[in-house]
């Protein structure tokens, strides 16, 4: 064999040979993912209900991914702050991102600039919950069912005061599709928060209060407010006895409170369904499901596809809605 031809059949034959060395390598690297921590940034105060379930959440991941997910919390500007430090994050599958029905469906619409995309900058990963609304009154207002506040709302038109834990939250937009699909104008009363919101509807300043139904259960439950329907398409099992709007002759009023997680955009397809198969595995757990439930959260997953495009489907639905209503927030 000539000398060129020979050395040209060793370069092949070392090739050969590594080939299934370097693919065993790339897919020992792929296997010892995650090899450290990862950080999950959450947009929400330590002690919530999106942050409790988050933390559950959280905890199980790092159970079956061997190693530990730290909450990371980022309150603020309607979880702006946050979606704006995980879109610049590496996309390197250990950071990931609770975003919410806020930073993904509805800002876009809110504020006149963001300092994320959250198409462009984030790749979905799973849907992880919804949870409902409830519209409230204090036992002592006249209007004891769906029915006769509507008609109470009709016949004092802006009398009749809605308290909601403040602009473009959750609450207000119910309100906005009950005034809507009513065709009424309740008086829309925003607070900083669901605490003082509820502690005045308590007191009796206000007569009726629109919020999640975690802040509320216990409430209700004690019967210091009386609720008159929910926002969920069915009736939910915490609250069996209350109607949805749906069934009282208002279908246009469902509405959630939703969360998800995603990673900066960029990161490996490989780990976002390795990501995905684990959250999904991990919402059939009971130490996550149940929590959630608790919670009044209603444990959701699915693929990273499903959630993109029910994510899609929020922003064009909310953005109608948002810019009907002038609502803006700087």
């Known amino acids: 064999m000539q000398p060129l031809h020979r050395r040209r059949f060793l370069q092949a034959a070392a090739c050969t040979v ?80 609770y975003g919410s ?36 009154v204090n036992p002592a207002f006249e209007a004891r069912d ?14 009749v005061a809605v308290a909601t834990p403040g602009n473009a939250t959750s609450g207000h937009l119910s309100l906005v599709l009950l005034n809507r699909a009513a065709k009424v104008q309740l008086a829309h009363i925003p607070y900083k928060g669901s605490a003082p919101a509820l502690t005045d509807v308590l007191g009796g300043q206000v007569p009726a209060i629109f919020d999640n139904v975690a802040g ?20 939910l099992p915490l609250l069996p006895q209350v109607p949805t709007f749906e069934e009282l002759g208002l279908p246009d009023c469902e509405i959630a409170a939703w969360g998800g997680l995603w990673a ?22 009971a130490a996550v499901a149940d929590r959630m439930r608790e919670l009044t959260i209603d444990p959701q997953g ?8 029910f994510a899609r489907s929020e922003t064009l639905r909310w953005r109608e809605v948002i810019r009907a209503a002038a609502i803006r927030l700087d």
Do not use: W
Request: glycine content about 8%; charged content about 20%; some cysteine.
């Open 18 to 97: 590594a080939a299934p060395h370097l693919g065993a390598a790339m897919a020992a690297r792929d296997d010892a993912y995650p090899s450290r921590p990862l950080r999950l940034i959450v947009g929400f105060p330590a002690g919530g209900s999106a942050d409790q379930s988050s933390r559950r959440l959280a905890e199980q991941l790092g159970r079956q991914l061997g190693q530990p997910v730290i909450v990371d919390n980022r309150p603020g500007a309607s979880g702006n702050i946050a979606a704006a430090v995980a879109a610049r994050s590496a996309p390197d599958g250990y950071t990931l991102f």
């Open 264 to 285: 900066p955009s960029g990161t490996p397809p490989p780990i976002i369904d390795r990501l995905n198969q684990e959250v999904n595995r991990a919402l059939q757990t």
């Open 146 to 159: 769906l029915k006769s506040f509507i008609a109470m709302a009709r016949a004092k038109p802006e009398r």
């Open 302 to 309: 699915g693929t990273p596809q499903a959630l993109a495009e």
């Open 101 to 136: 029905n806020a930073t993904h469906a509805m800002n876009v619409s809110l504020y006149p600039k963001l300092d994320y995309d959250p198409v462009k900058d984030f790749a979905p990963i799973a849907l992880e919950g919804k949870v409902y609304n409830v519209l409230c």
């Open 216 to 235: 509320n259960l216990a409430y209700i439950r004690g019967e210091k407010i009386r609720p008159l329907a929910v926002t969920s398409r069915s009736r």
